[in-house]
């Protein structure tokens, strides 16, 4: 793996759990909302405009959290959302956030946005593991129904016959 390609995993280990909490409105009341978890709205802003993103300027994390710029368009997107959703709550808590009336936006953002990143990080997991694969005969190839790993196309081998 490359260095850069180290650095990117290193940050989407952050973000992608964020954005996909984002998406997923049960999680949010289950795990934002009780006092003795760690993750909360704090997290979720530190980790997307602070720590790992910047979701105001996104363009800056190209190639080091984002992939491609529809990750980058629609994390400025959700960026925009949070901090609409944010100015909604006056006294800055998690359950003021969660009722903001932008909060579907948010979660429809998030989701679009997951979407998105969880594709982008399995293409590159399956570019990855394509240039580690050690060829082998009983590999079922694509595009085939399968090898039954003779390389002699049926025909008996001296050894065989």
Same mark, same amino acid.
């Given at each position: 793996?490359?260095?850069?390609?180290?650095?990117?995993?290193?940050?989407?280990?952050?973000?992608?759990?964020?954005?996909?909490?984002? /998406?997923?409105? +049960?999680?949010?009341?289950?795990?934002?909302?009780? +006092?003795s978890?760690?993750e909360?709205?704090?997290?979720?802003?530190h980790?997307?405009?602070?720590?790992?993103?910047? /979701? $105001?300027? +996104?363009?800056?994390?190209?190639?080091?959290?984002?992939?491609?710029?529809?990750?980058? !368009?629609l994390?400025r997107?959700?960026?925009?959302?949070?901090?609409? !959703?944010?100015?909604?709550?006056?006294n800055?808590?998690?359950?003021?956030?969660?009722?903001?009336s932008?909060?579907?936006?948010?979660? !429809?953002? /998030?989701?679009?946005? /997951?979407?998105?990143?969880? !594709? @982008?990080?399995?293409?590159e997991?399956?570019?990855?593991?394509?240039?580690?694969?050690?060829? $082998? +005969?009983?590999?079922?190839?694509?595009?085939?129904?399968?090898?039954?790993?003779?390389? $002699? @196309?049926?025909?008996?081998?001296?050894?065989?016959a």
């Amino acid at each position: 793996m490359s260095d850069d390609a180290r650095l990117i995993a290193n940050h989407r280990v952050h973000v992608v759990p964020v954005v996909l909490a984002l /998406a997923n409105p +049960p999680w949010q009341r289950d795990v934002w909302l009780d +006092p003795s978890v760690f993750e909360n709205m704090d997290h979720v802003f530190h980790t997307l405009f602070d720590d790992f993103c910047d /979701a $105001d300027e +996104p363009e800056r994390y190209l190639g080091v959290s984002l992939r491609t710029e529809e990750e980058v !368009a629609l994390m400025r997107e959700l960026g925009i959302a949070l901090n609409t !959703a944010a100015a909604e709550a006056p006294n800055d808590t998690d359950t003021e956030c969660l009722q903001a009336s932008v909060w579907p936006e948010v979660v !429809a953002v /998030a989701g679009r946005l /997951a979407q998105v990143m969880v !594709a @982008n990080d399995l293409r590159e997991l399956a570019v990855l593991l394509d240039e580690e694969a050690v060829q $082998d +005969p009983c590999q079922v190839v694509r595009g085939t129904t399968g090898n039954t790993g003779d390389q $002699d @196309n049926g025909r008996q081998s001296p050894d065989t016959a």
